[in-house]
């Protein structure tokens, strides 16, 4: 990393990690190379494909557009922060695996991000509702039917 | 277990975050790679001034061309001729640029920011020159008698379509870590994908490396679609880079680095004449054409054109044939292969001169269709044409029976009558069908080594790669099914060159042909073994040993048997055997798909209202599987024929290069996909009679879609050009 860093503190997933950053360093770039949560993915760096959102205090939010230093003091929460303690599945990996929602995996872990992020505020949707909600990220394996079959399946559990 | 849809194998760790895709692969003392590209699309390089870059603070080395001259070009690793040979591009570019995205200079760094900042300190200065495009070759081929053909003929139709330029475009963009290992001296590649040997091989020679001493081992992929695994420059500049530091180098691909940089595929003009009689059997195919190969030919050589010319005839008979290929020079980016490669194409100006002699002679299409279909008692058909320099002999197939599944599933009659109805009462709605023939099972071989461990797990080690589709899952499946065993009790390893010594590669729908069938005979080899072990052991004869149910027993004795793992663990080199399967041919599955879609008259928007494929692949080894890869691949041709295009200005500048420019379809634009999946036509060229599944859900959108379209705007013909954008839906609603 370069000298011109600062000291920041960021909560990911229920845990402290100090580091030194730079004020240009995305969030992205962050979780994955000082954090070493390599599951936030890159797929644009442009804020349209979706694969690196997260979740900061609880709303999905594309981490290559935002700062590190803009997430000082807030909740970031990452893929790796689904599973339980155990590395059991949340319901909506279960789900995902089971409805063949992936297949090269690359956009997996900002849709389960999104999905999460949707079914926290809109635990409801409605089906018209939540595809377009997930149509904000990009798939270019499943054609997408597999996936919004997979968080239907969670909506439907609760 | 074959035939079954089990969860894969593969999505546990891709689930929690845990995937090793190239990005995430990283070394303490690794350092950071940037490419320098050239911002103008044709001109002669008059400096590349590094000066301020090589003093840089955090800069490692920054290089040119010059620096690199005595690296070879890229070389064709499929279709070759000697009149592309000139064509083949530099890893940099000394004298000249020809087009917009091509490497010049590289920047490496102590980290990625700094690389790029670094980057920008290169200092380029390129005179711009004037370009036109310059013919290549021209590839001829064709059987029958044409201008007999055509001299006899009641209806003689000719059409100019085109398939705008569009590609794989990957979630992932490509990447590479290269990493000298200080302990073994080998050059270990990470990154690698879909033909790992090839590329390991490739870069050895251009580096003037010991063959054995360049190893990949490929981590997850994010997709391939045909464009991913190629040997790029990117992948040599980043293995000459380590080789010379000797210390790891990374480079990860930016999304609009790929956007200019990675293969772009299909841009192909069509002039295609028809001649039919009065029956509507068309009696001969005369098909011109230009495709537009961008600025270099790469790896794929004439691979696109070739596909093309040789699949055109699809399902249909076609008595006389004449194509002609020219391959076009121009400043674009290089083109390559992108799923169905040619035959996206080549079905649509087929299926599109199909519904034009219908028109023309005032005939049901699905009829017209029905008249030209090749019989099933015709089986195996020699289509007198090659691809790929293999000769077209379709395997089997009844395409007659496909067509009318799909006939059936969709209540054609009904559906027909609701949609006039809905028309008359002013909806833009119509119905389009498109069938093809596919090609899969590229050979000539693929080798398996299959060990039995102690406790009676199963590796199976491949000569295949993986980009995502579900490889380990279809393997340990079929090895399962043939031990007698769990499928998750089966390791699956691919694209690790130190395991195998060769191995083709996941590309052409071959994977489950070709390594599903050598697994299939390294399954009964491991039998045979451990036979010959098991006789040993209970000092019996070998004849009087039986397989049986994951064990060798005692024929007449059911008490008396020894498992698979309790004869590893007591053989002194335990229970293993190796196959290869090998073919001349390849197999050709097929299909046919239907879309309804409705036309909004304001904005020219096409909303695809059902989307069904009927496809038969001899043999479904996970039908989940199959039904994933062709919706994808259908949301891929969707994307296609109505969204996405690569556009540039005349002086060659790219207008896309980022997501807001390059429209690929979402959820809220992609439907549901009703697979028809079936298994007619089993395979007579392999053991297990499977045929590839990749490709057949992209290869005809263009071609029912177009034909939907038209009859939604109640224009027939009216569709001459893909993608069918709104911009362009709603001039053809205003000319109408």
Redesign the interface.
């Known amino acids: 990393m370069t000298s011109d860093g600062r000291p920041l503190t960021l909560t990911v997933n229920k845990q402290q990690h100090h580091v030194h950053v730079e004020p240009r360093r995305t969030l992205a770039d962050t979780l994955r190379d000082d954090c070493g949560l390599t599951g936030t993915h890159l797929g644009c760096e442009q804020g349209v494909c979706g694969a690196c959102t997260v979740l900061v205090d609880g709303d999905p939010v594309r981490s290559c557009l935002m700062f590190a230093v803009q997430a000082e003091d807030t909740e970031i929460e990452t893929v790796e922060g689904l599973a339980g303690d155990d590395l059991e599945l949340h319901p909506l990996q279960e789900a995902f695996s089971a409805h063949h929602a992936l297949q090269c995996g690359f956009c997996t872990p900002g849709f389960l991000m999104l999905a999460a992020g949707i079914l926290n505020h809109q635990p409801d949707i409605a089906d018209d509702e939540l595809r377009i909600a997930l149509s904000s990220n990009l798939c270019r394996c499943t054609g997408y039917q597999t996936i919004i079959e997979a968080v239907r399946s969670v909506r439907d559990q609760t | 277990m074959i035939g079954q849809s089990v969860?894969?194998l593969?999505?546990?760790p891709?689930?929690?975050?845990?995937?090793a895709?190239v990005?995430?692969v990283?070394f303490p003392d690794e350092v950071h790679l940037r490419v320098v590209r050239s911002e103008v699309a044709q001109g002669l390089i008059l400096d590349v001034d590094v000066s301020a870059a090589r003093e840089a603070h955090?800069v490692v080395g920054v290089w040119t061309g010059e620096d690199l001259a005595a690296v070879p070009l890229i070389d064709f690793r499929q279709i070759g001729y000697d009149e592309l040979l000139m064509h083949r591009q530099p890893v940099l570019a000394r004298r000249s640029v020809r087009y917009v995205g091509e490497p010049l200079a590289i920047v490496v760094a102590a980290?990625p920011?700094?690389a790029e900042d670094i980057a920008e300190l290169v200092s380029v200065d390129i005179e711009p020159t004037e370009s036109e495009p310059v013919e290549a070759m021209v590839l001829e081929s064709g059987y029958g008698s044409i201008d007999e053909a055509f001299a006899a003929a009641d209806c003689v139709v000719e059409l100019n379509l085109e398939i705008g330029r569009h590609s794989?475009?990957?979630?992932?963009?490509r990447g590479l870590l290269a990493r000298p290992n200080p302990e073994s001296k080998l050059l270990e590649l990470y990154g690698v994908s879909k033909v790992p040997h090839y590329n390991c091989a490739a870069i050895a020679s251009m580096l003037n490396l010991d063959p054995e001493s360049v190893v990949g081992l490929e981590g997850?992929?994010?997709?391939g679609?045909g464009i991913r695994g190629e040997l790029y420059p990117e992948d040599v500049l980043v293995a000459w880079a380590a080789c010379l530091l000797q210390r790891p180098v990374k480079w990860i691909e930016?999304?609009?680095e790929h956007f200019v940089a990675a293969n772009h595929s299909r841009d192909q003009r069509h002039r295609v004449r028809a001649a039919a009689d009065g029956s509507g059997m068309i009696m001969a195919i005369d098909d011109e054409f230009w495709c537009d190969q961008g600025a270099y030919v790469r790896t794929h050589g004439a691979t696109v054109p070739s596909l093309t010319a040789a699949m055109l005839p699809g399902p249909y008979v076609i008595p006389s044939y004449r194509s002609c290929a020219h391959i076009l020079m121009t400043n674009k980016t290089p083109a390559g292969t992108y799923r169905a490669p040619g035959r996206f194409e080549a079905t649509f100006v087929c299926e599109r001169v199909v519904e034009a002699v219908a028109r023309e002679l005032d005939l049901d299409p699905v009829t017209v269709r029905r008249r030209n279909l090749i019989p099933s008692s015709a089986m195996p058909f020699d289509r007198k044409l090659s691809a790929l320099g293999i000769p077209i002999v379709l395997d089997s197939g009844d395409y007659e029976q496909l067509l009318q599944r799909l006939v059936d599933h969709i209540s054609l009659d009904d559906l027909t009558i609701d949609l006039e109805r809905r028309r008359a009462s002013g909806e833009l709605v119509g119905l389009g069908l498109g069938l093809f023939v596919e090609k899969s099972g590229l050979g000539p071989y693929e080798d398996v080594r299959m060990t039995v461990q102690h406790d009676g797990s199963v590796e199976v080690v491949t000569g295949v790669a993986s980009?995502?589709?579900?490889v380990e899952t279809a393997i340990a499946q079929i090895c399962a099914s043939y031990l007698d065993m769990d499928y998750r009790d089966v390791t699956v390893v691919h694209g690790q060159t130190d395991r195998i010594s060769r191995g083709m590669g996941a590309f052409a729908s071959r994977v489950t042909v070709m390594a599903g069938s050598a697994t299939y005979l390294a399954t009964a080899a491991i039998k045979e073994e451990a036979r010959r072990l098991a006789a040993e052991m209970l000092e019996a004869n070998m004849e009087d040993l039986e397989y049986r149910n994951g064990s060798i027993g005692v024929r007449g004795n059911p008490d008396k048997d020894i498992s698979l793992g309790d004869i590893s663990a007591a053989a002194e080199s335990g229970l293993s055997a190796e196959a290869s399967f090998t073919t001349e041919h390849m197999t050709y599955p097929y299909g046919g798909h239907a879309a309804v879609v409705k036309v909004d008259p304001e904005t020219g928007e096409v909303t695809i209202e059902r989307y069904v494929v009927a496809y038969d692949v001899g043999r479904a080894v996970n039908p989940?599987?199959i039904?994933?890869q062709i919706?994808?691949?259908?949301?891929?041709g969707v994307g296609g024929a109505l969204l996405e295009e690569f556009q540039y200005d005349e002086s060659g500048q790219p207008l896309v290069t980022?997501?807001?420019d390059y429209l690929?379809?979402?959820?809220?634009?992609?439907p549901?996909?009703e697979v028809l999946l079936s298994e007619d036509a089993p395979s007579p060229l392999n053991p297990l009679g499977v045929k590839g599944a990749g490709e057949g859900?992209t290869n005809a959108c263009g071609a029912a879609l177009a034909t939907a379209v038209e009859q939604a705007i109640g224009r027939p013909g009216a569709v001459t050009e893909l993608p069918m954008t709104p911009a362009r839906v709603r001039s053809m609603l205003n000319n109408s």
């Open positions: 969860q894969r593969e999505d546990k891709l689930l929690l975050g845990q995937g895709f990005a995430d990283s955090g980290d920011y700094l794989g475009v990957p979630m992932e963009t997850h992929v994010g997709g679609f930016d999304r609009r980009v995502g589709q579900g989940m599987l039904e994933g919706q994808g691949g259908a949301a891929q980022s997501f807001m690929m379809p979402t959820a809220a634009e992609t549901l996909v859900g």
